[in-house]
């Protein structure tokens, strides 16, 4: 299928992108400078409390939103909107699926319920934003690994393997920012109803998201059948920036709000993830590979005649 013409997708996609940074942005700002200041909130004016409270409840939802919009619609510009709902359909159906049943059973992640601050919750259990974010980080963690496994001209099932497994793994590095940041601060949005054995996280939940990025990829790399992306590395600015600011917005609060401790995942999100997802971006190809030149006849062949009988 076509990519779709730059204009003006690629505008939307830009502003939703950048919509979705300073929504980061602004949360950071939040919850690391003006939460820990109630004097400072107390000396706003009614509407500025108002809309600080609004911020604090709504923020989430805003930048997750965005975030998916302008990896859909980057998919949709380069790939084609066959292929983003290829990707967006399993992705979805999938996580959500994975994340109903963690709240229910305890089984993948460990049991844990979810708080409010992420907008509707899907059977009481499951704030419908979170699937997003599995969609569009998982889609920038297998696009990454995907085009630097194609440098390497590695046969097409290995390859698909590779990007299933290497996205699911960079997929994981961004949690270990994710959750402390979530979920042990002191405005949480979900909680683990169990001490868990590394950093307050049990081992199981970082298995359980390997587990579900691999099967979500999994499905969408057999509905794309194994085709080649052929990105360049221009093409791939958008995934690197979407991976980079959302490690930078968990690691931020996880640094800053939790005990030094947390050093150490940070340190290795950094080694597996974001390290990883930068090299990807720097090996893909400056140029799409050249089309194979169609085949014509040869200069000197005599004309077609039409004989008559």
């Known amino acids: 299928m076509k990519s779709l013409p730059q204009q003006p997708l690629s505008l939307i996609e830009r502003a939703c992108l950048i919509g979705h940074i300073i929504a980061m942005a602004f949360g950071l700002a939040g919850l690391l400078y003006v939460l820990p200041r109630p004097d400072l909130i107390a000396s706003l ?5 108002q809309f600080f409270q609004w911020s604090m409840g709504q923020g989430g939802v805003g930048y997750i939103i965005l975030g998916a919009a302008a990896v859909a619609l980057y998919l949709a510009r380069v790939l084609g909107w066959q292929r983003m709902l290829l990707f967006f359909l399993p992705s979805v159906g999938l996580s959500l ?8 059973t305890g089984f993948p992640f460990g049991h844990y319920h979810y708080l409010s601050g992420l907008g509707y919750k899907v059977a009481g259990l499951v704030p419908f934003t979170i699937p997003l974010s599995w969609f569009y980080m998982g889609a920038v963690c297998y696009l990454l690994v995907m085009v630097g496994l194609e440098r390497l001209n590695l046969p097409g099932l ?4 590779g990007a299933v497994v290497g996205g699911a793994v960079l997929l994981m590095a961004w949690d270990l920012v994710l959750d402390p940041a979530m979920s042990q601060t002191s405005l949480p949005f979900w909680e683990f109803e169990e001490i868990g054995e590394f950093f307050g996280m049990p081992y199981r939940n970082l298995s359980g998201w390997v587990a579900t990025g691999m099967v979500f990829m999994s499905v969408a790399a057999l509905l794309w059948r194994g085709q080649r992306l052929n990105l360049t590395r221009s093409q791939l600015t958008v995934p690197v920036i979407v991976y980079l600011v959302n490690f930078a917005f968990g690691a931020a609060i996880t640094v800053f709000s939790l005990d030094p401790g947390f ?9 597996i993830g974001v390290l990883p997802a930068v090299l990807l971006w720097a090996i893909a190809p400056t140029e799409a590979p ?4 169609a085949e014509t006849e040869p200069l000197n062949a005599p004309p077609l005649e039409v004989v008559a009988k």
């Open 45 to 49: 004016p009614p509407i500025g409390i």
């Open 97 to 104: 699926g994975s994340e109903l049943l963690g709240t229910s």
């Open 158 to 161: 290995l390859r698909q393997a």
């Open 263 to 271: 050093l150490v995942p940070t340190m290795m999100s950094v080694a």
């Open 290 to 293: 050249k089309a194979e030149p």
